[in-house]
């Protein structure tokens, strides 16, 4: 249905009598003439209450004209729920019920309605859909913008990353984080980060093994959808894992303070802010340091935003050991969704230092990011 939908203007109109049709004998038909300025809770009387149920929570089986569970093995989604109503933003829900299921691989008995509705009545039937997560606690998807390879963001999330990191100085060191992110509850998420690493050592061969394993826990403390920001603070523990002969390790453990301020700009822009301060538990081998990360982008997306989406974006990192000069680099970069449902997504990007630059080299970056709550890694690809 949804590609039908999508097709041409002209294929369109040839085929709006059969899709009618067809979407009748799956569903009864979502158009009942509503008046433009309709609101939201008309609107999904009108077109949405035959699936998904006066209260939200999905119409029973032996109403529903298809079997559940959906052949993706969904059921209908429970609006009510509301750690599935605030996963997504609502741009992405409006561009859903713009295009039907399909555009983000789901199941194709979720119609279109790009043709049915307007704009400002899909983005109203979505603040609809919405206002049925009745816990104001739950900081909304709108509020999650893409991730950066630094600057770290304050929507709490649960994902799993892989990213590598290309140096392209001396010896060419290799590096690997594996990156847990876990939920808990509306606001917290606890994180786990282990670095593999293969380094050059002192003969000249690789070394390799585990690095520094850094434990994190964030909580939001502010989330606004109507002014677009949301503000978080947390604390990180790196622990000594890592084998310092081999130079794979600090050798000494690292408490590391920090906040994050995300505010978005526009329909498509954001900007992410990340602050904190590393404090060694040994004050003689190591450093105390203060870091300020900045990321700015924009997210654009082909076909009316159903298409894949690309973020562009640059950081700006500066960090001042308490004993030297501030470092300061720059990382331009791209983040891609890989999947139609948007939850694996890849970056690369690069690390150029912009002062000390002796002993800093530029670093090529990437990152595979799987979003697990979702779905799993290989559904919903098509
Ligand atoms: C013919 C039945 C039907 C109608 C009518 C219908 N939907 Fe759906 N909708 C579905 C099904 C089935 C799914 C689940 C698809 C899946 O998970 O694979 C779904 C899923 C969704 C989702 C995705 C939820 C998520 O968890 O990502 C949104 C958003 C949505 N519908 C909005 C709407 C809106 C808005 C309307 C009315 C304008 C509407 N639907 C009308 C059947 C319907």
Request: with cysteine; aromatic share 8%.
């Amino acid at each position: 249905m949804a590609r039908l939908h999508s097709s041409s203007r002209l294929l369109a109109g040839a085929f709006a009598v059969l899709t009618s049709v067809a979407v009748s004998a799956q569903a009864p038909a979502p158009t009942p003439a509503l008046p433009a300025e309709a609101s939201g809770a008309e609107v999904y009387k009108a077109a949405c209450q035959t699936c998904h149920a006066a209260d939200g929570r999905g119409t029973p089986q032996p109403l529903l004209g298809f079997a559940l569970p959906l052949p993706d093995g969904h059921d209908l989604p429970d609006f009510t729920d509301c750690p599935t109503n605030t996963a997504e933003s609502s741009q992405d829900w409006e561009i859903v019920a713009s295009g039907g299921g399909r555009v983000r691989g789901l199941d194709r008995h979720m119609p279109s309605f790009g043709e049915a509705l307007s704009p400002r009545q899909l983005t109203a039937v979505v603040a609809h859909l919405k206002s049925f997560c009745r816990d104001a606690a739950w900081p909304d998807g709108t509020l999650n913008p893409p991730r950066a390879f630094f600057t770290e963001k304050a929507f709490p999330e649960n994902e799993f990353v892989w990213a590598g990191n290309l140096n392209t100085g001396r010896g060419r060191a290799l590096g690997h984080d594996l990156v847990y992110e876990h939920r808990l509850g509306r606001r917290a998420q606890y994180e786990v980060r282990v670095p593999v690493a293969f380094q050059p050592d002192v003969n000249g061969s690789r070394a390799r093994g585990l690095g520094d394993i850094e434990l994190a826990l964030r909580r939001v403390v502010y989330a606004g959808s109507r002014t677009g920001s949301i503000v978080a603070a947390g604390g990180a523990l790196t622990l000594p894992t890592g084998s310092r002969s081999n130079g794979l390790g600090n050798g000494f453990a690292i408490v590391e303070p920090f906040a994050m301020w995300d505010q978005l700009i526009g329909a498509s822009g954001f900007l992410q802010m990340h602050g904190g301060i590393e404090i060694p538990t040994d004050s003689v081998k190591g450093d105390r340091e203060a870091f300020l990360r900045t990321a700015v982008g924009f997210t654009l997306a082909g076909d009316r935003g159903r298409g894949r989406s690309w973020s562009p974006m640059v950081e700006v990192l500066a960090a001042r050991p308490w004993r030297s000069e501030t470092e300061w680099d720059i990382v331009p970069q791209m983040q891609v969704s890989l999947s139609r449902l948007q939850h694996v997504r890849a970056s690369v990007g690069l690390r150029v230092p912009l002062n000390e630059r002796t002993d800093r080299h530029p670093q090529v970056l990437t990152y595979v990011l799987w979003d697990w709550f979702d779905g799993g890694f290989f559904k919903f690809w098509h």
